[in-house]
């Protein structure tokens, strides 16, 4: 346990577990899920991946908001994971027999788990406070509409459309095209004939 301070003077608390049996590549699967969350989202996401790791990283977390009411006397559920990160440990290299003599080497891979916790940031005055978004918007149906033609594209239109009213037969509308929003024509016969 370790306790640093944050350039705006908030203080960082951090856990480590070192030497566990678990690949690191497998761990940051897990770890890059809490990064830059609230603990108590972190709890959530841990509590429902199911991976070996995220029990591992579960205990980190537990022991890091441990540290920080025990030592400094801050909420567990008021903390934001700042930094998570997996480094790689010692691998312990095994041998295995294979067909005609041959050995296959085994690498057992082992990781250290940080996790670092600090005080979540006041609002601002009169601000409220504003929740992260994990997921971009998709736009409306209204936004996702061609967007309307501009310059000698829409001279180009305008013209197409006053020849057709010229040659168009008297009382009777000229038809629209499929680039004026008119719906093509896909009639198919059921008739055997065809």
């Known amino acids: ?6 350039p705006d003077a908030r203080p960082e608390v951090r856990a480590e577990a070192k030497w566990l049996r678990i690949p690191p ?3 940051r699967l897990v770890i890059d899920h809490i990064r830059g969350r609230t603990v108590p989202e972190a709890r959530t996401v841990l509590a429902f991946t199911d991976r070996a790791a995220a029990r591992e990283v579960e205990k980190v977390l537990r ?9 400094h006397g801050l909420v567990g559920d008021e903390l934001i994971v700042s930094a998570a990160y997996v480094d790689e440990g010692p691998m312990m290299k ?10 296959a080497r085994i690498r057992k891979r082992t990781c250290h788990i940080t996790v670092r916790l600090t005080p979540a940031a006041p609002p601002l005055d ?6 992260p978004s994990r997921a971009r918007r998709l736009p409306s149906k209204a936004k996702q509409a061609e967007p309307q033609a501009t310059g000698e594209a ?8 006053s020849d057709r009213a010229e040659t168009a ?4 509308t000229p038809p629209a095209t499929e680039a004026e929003g ?6 198919i016969s059921t008739r055997g004939d065809g």
Do not use: F, H, I
């Open 94 to 103: 095994r041998w295995r027999a294979r067909a005609r003599g041959r050995v």
């Open 182 to 187: 008119a719906a093509p024509d896909t009639t």
């Open 25 to 27: 590549r497998k761990a």
């Open 126 to 131: 009169g601000e409220p406070e504003a929740k």
């Open 63 to 71: 022991s890091a908001v441990a540290n920080a009411e025990a030592n």
């Open 154 to 161: 829409a001279e180009k239109a305008a013209r197409r459309r």
């Open 1 to 6: 346990m370790a306790t640093q301070t944050t």
């Open 169 to 172: 037969p008297a009382g009777e």
